[in-house]
Antibody, heavy 120, light 108 residues
Framework: QITLKESGPTLVKPTQTLTLMCTFS??????????VGWIRQPPGKALEWLAL???????RYSTSLRSRLTVTKDTSKNQVMLTVTNMDPADTATYYC????????????WGQGTLVTVSS | EIVMTQSPASLSVSPGERATLSCRAS??????LAWYQQKPGQAPRLLIY???TRATGIPARFSGSGSGTEFTLTISSLQSEDFAVYIC??????????FGQGTRLEIK
């Protein structure tokens, strides 16, 4: 049974760096093809894909946010971490992590999401 | 970036009736198209992938069709639990993944 759960601060100040953790079970990021992605959704708005990391450490980033994002993994702990630098109120959103079977598949399992508010 | 445009933005349908939702891609995505259902306060749930394949556990009343740039999600006989937001997504590796704005399916 695949599960994912996001954790991290619920409130950050403008210009701060956000660090989110995705802790998962039911699969290993050692498995060929697998990936974990990050997606966010501002309140009442559309989903926005942010980043992906694959089993072989290949990483992909949103072109519009690339300079502010870093995604890493700790396979031994079944965790994927996302950092977002220079947070702005426009980054207020629910942040989701999700499982991807291969680079040719959609996100089939999602975490419950964590709401991050950016405010001074 | 591939822009995914969904129509209509909202749709009112009576229970038991059919609902047809559309998604258009600004350039071809072949069959790399997924549909998700999202209810308030919940994460998206995968319904359809590869444009027409139902995900595990998805009822047969959900069906997808299309290829290239034009896609359709059909719900054949709406149940009360189907009223939600439906979101399409292309998952080509390049250009990067993008999602549609969603269609809100409401009870008439």
């Amino acid at each position: 049974q695949i599960t994912l759960k996001e954790s991290g601060p619920t409130l950050v100040k403008p210009t701060q760096t956000l660090t989110l953790m995705c802790t998962f079970s039911g699969f290993s990021l050692n498995t060929s093809g697998l990936g974990v992605g990050w997606i966010r959704q501002p309140p009442g708005k559309a989903l926005e894909w942010l980043a992906l990391i694959y089993w072989d450490d290949d990483t992909r980033y949103s072109t519009s946010l690339r300079s502010r994002l870093t995604v890493t993994k700790d396979t031994s702990k079944n965790q994927v971490m996302l950092t977002v630098t220079n947070m702005d109120p426009a980054d207020t959103a629910t942040y989701y992590c999700a499982h991807r079977k291969t680079g040719s598949d959609p996100f089939d399992y999602w975490g419950q999401g964590t709401l991050v508010t950016v405010s001074s | 970036e591939i822009v995914m445009t969904q129509s209509p933005a909202s749709l009112s349908v009576s229970p038991g009736e059919r609902a047809t939702l559309s998604c258009r891609a600004s350039q071809t995505v072949a069959f790399n198209l997924a549909w998700y259902q999202q209810k308030p306060g919940q994460a998206p749930r995968l319904l359809i992938y590869d444009a027409s394949t139902r995900a595990t556990g998805i009822p047969a009343r959900f069906s997808g069709s299309g290829s290239g740039t034009e896609f359709t999600l059909t719900i054949s006989s709406l149940q009360s639990e189907d009223f939600a937001v439906y979101i399409c997504q292309h998952y080509n590796n390049w250009p990067p993944i993008t999602f549609g704005q969603g269609t809100r399916l409401e009870i008439k």
